[in-house]
């Protein structure tokens, strides 16, 4: 969000802020969601392996949303299909709440789905900040400032999800009224933001041209594989952890603690990770993080103490937001102009398709393989992203 000072800012970077705080609440909408779902999906599901569930469906919904979205921008410009997206996850929010109070899993289902409208969309709100900088050299940090906007949540999610769990009559369907009151500020905020001319997305470029300079780019790869890894791994073990809390007999208010610093350590280091970049490289950045998320997933292996949680969710998310926003600077350096439509929707429909896995097998493992094996797997999404160790680094880097 907005730092107190934000008036002092050149005008030229409204824009950039305006973002910042569309996912600022948008983060704090999806992350009471994501306290919650898993516990809400277990309560309602016929089998606790089905908990996740609802949490994949998100993610397919997001996958093809991040995909049809860049149609969009070329043809009507960003502001109406942010706004539409968010529109989307106040329906899902409100459906949800309908879908508990009826005790349908079916219908909770659907509901979460439908929020991966908003979560699809949203993905976009970096990238277009980076397209909004008022200079080539302010990317890195306007994306990162965007990533700032998470701050938020993890300051207000969490609890707020795990205290209006029972606002409502019945069990966590206020949790889902608040995400739904929350995105309605989101849609408020994106009816303020004006995309300035010059930043419009030229018309698309057909697919092959995309597609062959992806597979010519080592560095467009390697952009991919570190948003793919990245927001795997985190989205396993986020979704997973609540679980394995709640199911080694700690409280739930010890789940949402817990979720509350993964989300710290998800955005506070967004105040210095465009910093890095911009002197280290996106590269290297984004290595680091998967090196830091690879050791906090060792610390997971260590047991499972409140202290342990917190300390490997901690590091978790701050691996993701080194490993995700060098990824996402790399992309953004990477991809030429004729084709960058068609590279964005590439990198993020592949990543959500990965998170959808992801946050479906989070509760399969957890239930078959426990805490210990949601963290080796964990580990195992990261290795591939390690490849640019055994090779040259990318000039763009």
Request: hydrophobic fraction near 60%.
């Amino acid at each position: 969000m907005p730092p107190p000072n934000a008036s002092a800012l050149p005008a030229s970077w409204t824009p950039v802020w305006l973002l910042a705080l569309s996912q600022a609440l948008f983060f704090v909408a999806l992350s009471i969601v994501f306290t919650v779902s898993g516990l809400a999906g277990a309560w309602l599901a016929p089998t606790p392996a089905l908990a996740t569930l609802p949490l994949a469906l998100t993610g397919v919904l997001t996958a093809c949303s991040a995909f049809l979205a860049v149609k969009g921008f070329a043809r009507f410009g960003r502001r109406p299909v942010f706004i539409g997206g968010a529109l989307g996850g106040v329906a899902g929010a409100a459906l949800a709440v309908v879908a508990i109070q009826a005790g349908s899993f079916l219908g909770f289902c659907l509901a979460t789905g439908l929020m991966g409208l908003f979560q699809g969309v949203a993905q976009y709100y970096r990238l277009a900040a980076a397209e909004v900088a008022p200079t080539e050299a302010d990317r890195p940090r306007a994306l990162a400032r965007v990533m700032l906007g998470g701050l938020a949540a993890a300051c207000l999610g969490p609890h707020l999800g795990a205290l209006a769990k029972d606002l409502l009559t019945v069990p966590f369907a206020g949790s889902y009224a608040l995400s739904a009151a929350v995105s309605v500020l989101a849609v408020l905020v994106l009816l303020a933001w004006r995309e300035p001319a010059a930043a419009r997305m030229p018309p698309l470029s057909p697919w092959a041209p995309a597609l062959r300079e992806f597979a010519a780019s080592p560095a467009l790869r390697r952009a991919l594989a570190f948003c793919v890894a990245a927001f795997g791994m985190m989205v396993l073990t986020m979704n997973a952890a609540p679980l394995a809390i709640v199911g080694c007999g700690l409280p739930v208010g010890v789940a949402a603690s817990v979720v509350q610093w993964h989300l710290v350590g998800m955005f506070a280091p967004s105040f210095f990770t465009g910093n890095l970049v911009a002197r280290f490289g996106a590269q290297r950045v984004a290595l680091a993080g998967c090196g830091i998320a690879i050791a906090s997933c060792a610390v997971a292996l260590a047991g499972q103490s409140a202290a342990l949680f917190h300390a490997a969710l901690t590091g978790v998310g701050l691996g993701w937001n080194f490993a995700y926003i060098g990824g996402s600077a790399l992309l953004v350096e990477a991809a030429s102009a004729a084709n960058r439509g068609r590279l964005q929707s590439l990198n993020e429909t592949a990543t959500f398709v990965i998170v959808t896995l992801a946050s479906f097998f989070a509760g399969v493992a957890q239930d078959r393989l426990g805490w210990n094996g949601v963290a080796v797997l964990g580990i195992v999404l990261l290795l591939p992203a390690l490849r640019p160790l055994l090779s040259r680094p990318a000039r763009a880097a």
